[in-house]
């Protein structure tokens, strides 16, 4: 990032003192770009993320892909969709059933939530109701974060050893980016 990005999205002339040891030149030296493939227990997993400056029209999206044994979790968010993320539901085997109960067991915490079937596979319909918009999610789990940060104990115990994992792999594949 240039010092004149930097001007433009902070409004800040200069470049504060805590950056010093990432300014090479006029530029700041971000670690926010990388991708990390894997394998944990023979499962294939990529973990990739791409932090522009300013994100290019369409271009702040998210895609992922969660197989399963008996259908793919994809979540898409391309021109198709609008630039709007969506669930689809890609069955590997008849799941039609446990799908629809699924869908009518959560319209009490979700009411709304549907399915629509094209192509063989189901779009799971989420009302807008039920949508934070990017912003705002980022905003609750950016508040969700400093509370665990101020009190450990409310983190619950089944996410303790998700975070551990998740902050102990992607530190150390950026320790090994620069080894």
Known sequence: MSLAQFRQLTGEPLWPDCLA??????????????????QIRGIHVRVEARWDWQAQAGDDTHQAVYRGSRARLEL????????????????????????????????????????DRRNGEWRVITPDGLRIGHDAHFAQFTR??????????????????????KYYVTTEAVALSHG
Do not use: H, M, T
């Open 21 to 38: 040891p990432w300014i090479r030149g006029d530029v700041l030296e971000y670690f926010c770009n990388g991708r990390l493939d894997y």
């Open 76 to 115: 898409r968010q391309g021109a198709e969709e609008g630039w709007r993320p969506e669930l689809y539901v890609v069955p590997e085997a008849e799941i039609a059933a446990a799908l629809e109960r699924w869908i009518a067991a959560s319209q009490p915490e979700f009411p709304g939530l549907g399915l």
């Open 144 to 165: 969700q974060f400093i509370d665990y940060v101020e009190d450990p104990s409310s983190l619950p115990a089944w996410e303790k050893p998700n975070v551990l994992a």
